[in-house]
T-cell receptor
Framework: AQSVSQHNHHVILSEAASLELGCNYS??????LFWYVQYPGQHLQLLLK??????LVKGIKGFEAEFIKSKFSFNLRKPSVQWSDTAEYFC????????????FGKGTTLSVSS | DAMVIQNPRYQVTQFGKPVTLSCSQT?????MYWYQQKSSQAPKLLFH???????NEADTPDNFQSRRPNTSFCFLDIRSPGLGDAAMYLC????????????FGPGTRLTVT
């Protein structure tokens, strides 16, 4: 069965620090990749997505992610975090030939101190 | 300009008492999904509708059912809630499957007493 691993359960950073959240998935075929964010008390929102083409994708609020097919990875990055980035971040994978279920990782809680 | 609306936001029900959660969308998307998210866990897909075609995930308990009377609305029925069914229930929509993002509602937090 497909699975998604997020390596960090809870990350604590100071403002202006750089961020990298790891995401690995286990599926060898074509995939759609997503990062969703959930701010406190709000619903899941799409940060960025990869379907095809340039493996470096840019999303909202200065986030970017790089798809490395050989490593089955889709890590999320931001060069300088802000207090307002405090949220829970979910990586999700849709395995195109394996059904229609979007498989989520367990999430990473990011706490940014000002 | 809410796009995926879930009611109620909080629902308390008694053990074994049927409960219905509702979801509506203003996006006119073909697909509507129901996810269950337990505390500190990833959202897990229960089932989805593509238009009127229903697809149940293999490990979704029979206790959970769904109805989609029209494009805009989708309901989650829990026939006999157990304590283990306490969770956040998320509704999502998308235009299609491959190469489409899903739009999520705010969720309904279900408590079973």
């Amino acid at each position: 069965a497909q699975s998604v691993s997020q390596h960090n359960h809870h990350v604590i950073l100071s403002e202006a620090a750089s961020l990298e959240l790891g995401c690995n998935y286990s599926y060898g075929g074509t995939v759609n990749l997503f990062w969703y964010v959930q701010y406190p008390g709000q619903h899941l929102q799409l940060l960025l997505k990869y379907f095809s083409g340039d493996p470096l994708v840019k999303g909202i609020k200065g986030f970017e992610a790089e798809f490395i097919k050989s490593k089955f990875s889709f890590n999320l990055r931001k060069p300088s975090v802000q207090w307002s980035d405090t949220a829970e971040y979910f990586c999700a994978v849709l395995a195109n030939q394996a059904g229609t279920a979007l498989i989520f990782g367990k999430g990473t809680t990011l706490s940014v101190s000002s | 300009d809410a796009m995926v609306i879930q009611n109620p936001r909080y629902q308390v029900t008694q053990f074994g008492k049927p409960v219905t959660l509702s979801c509506s969308q203003t996006l006119n998307h073909n697909v509507m999904y129901w996810y269950q998210q337990k505390s500190s866990q990833a959202p897990k897909l229960l089932f989805h509708y593509y238009d009127k075609d229903f697809n149940n995930e293999a490990d979704t308990p029979d206790n959970f059912q769904s109805r989609r009377p029209n494009t805009s609305f989708c309901f989650l029925d829990i026939r006999s809630p157990g304590l283990g069914d306490a969770a956040m229930y998320l509704c999502a929509t998308s235009e299609g499957f491959t190469a489409y993002e899903q739009y999520f509602g705010p969720g309904t937090r279900l408590t079973v007493t």
